[in-house]
């Protein structure tokens, strides 16, 4: 069975500081990869994701993620936060080739930005 | 907004009470899915509907009964709740076929059970 793992509940960081947030996933099989952030009251929204190509992938507001396959890893990067960025991201994969496409999610960081 | 509206935004309940979680997309999408968010938690898979049929249920208590009468509209439909289904309970949508499209959400329910 796939699972998707972020170790980390909460980030705090500075703004204009750099970060990274961990997920791992756990395939056998070729697996798609996304990135989604919650805002406060608010659901979920993409922010970016990989589904071939290019093992790095970028999003409109600055944050990045690069596809590992021999770590199994997706890791969220972002060279300099912003207060706006705090909220909540979660990591989520997809098995292809189902009946339906699941998104299998993992339990979230906590992105906490300082001023 | 994303395309998927769902009402209530908040719902406080009693235990015996019967009530109904509405979602609507206009996305023009073919599945929708129910999930759970509970804190510390997963978010959880519920159920799934593709073109009307229910292609998915993850072992999810009968007090929770979906329907879905068309590709535009998902319901839950709520009775004998206990306190442990309190939740934010978010419906999602997507274009499903193979080679697949992102998923999008609504901005949730959020259900007490009191």
């Known amino acids: 069975a796939q699972s998707v793992t972020q170790l980390d509940s909460q980030v705090p960081v500075f703004e204009e500081a750099p970060v990274e947030l961990r997920c791992n996933y756990s395939s056998s099989v070729s697996v798609y990869l996304f990135w989604y952030v919650q805002y406060p009251n608010q659901g979920l929204q993409l922010l970016l994701k990989?589904?071939?190509?290019?093992?790095l992938v970028e999003s409109i507001n600055g944050f990045e993620a690069e596809f590992n396959k021999s770590q199994t890893s997706f890791h969220l990067r972002k060279p300099s936060v912003h207060i706006s960025d705090t909220a909540e991201y979660f990591c989520?994969?997809?098995?292809?080739?189902?009946?339906?496409?699941?998104?299998?999610f993992g339990t979230g960081t906590l992105l906490a930005v300082q001023p | 907004e994303t395309g998927v509206t769902q009402t209530p935004r908040h719902l406080v309940m009693g235990m015996t009470n019967k009530k109904s979680l509405k979602c609507e997309q206009h996305l023009g999408h073919n599945a929708m899915y129910w999930y759970k968010q509970s804190a510390k938690k997963p978010l959880e898979l519920m159920f799934v509907y593709n073109f009307k049929e229910q292609t998915e249920n993850n072992s999810v208590p009968s007090r929770f009964s979906p329907e879905c009468p068309n590709s535009s509209h998902l319901f839950l439909h709520l009775h004998t709740l206990q306190p442990e289904d309190s939740a934010l309970y978010l419906c999602?949508?997507?274009?499903?076929?193979?080679?697949?499209?992102?998923?999008?959400f609504g901005q949730g329910t959020r259900l007490t059970v009191v």
């Open positions: 999602a949508s997507s274009q499903d076929r193979r080679g697949l499209t992102e998923a999008f």
């Open positions: 989520a994969v997809i098995l292809p080739g189902g009946a339906t496409n699941k998104l299998i």
């Open positions: 990989y589904l071939s190509g290019s093992t």
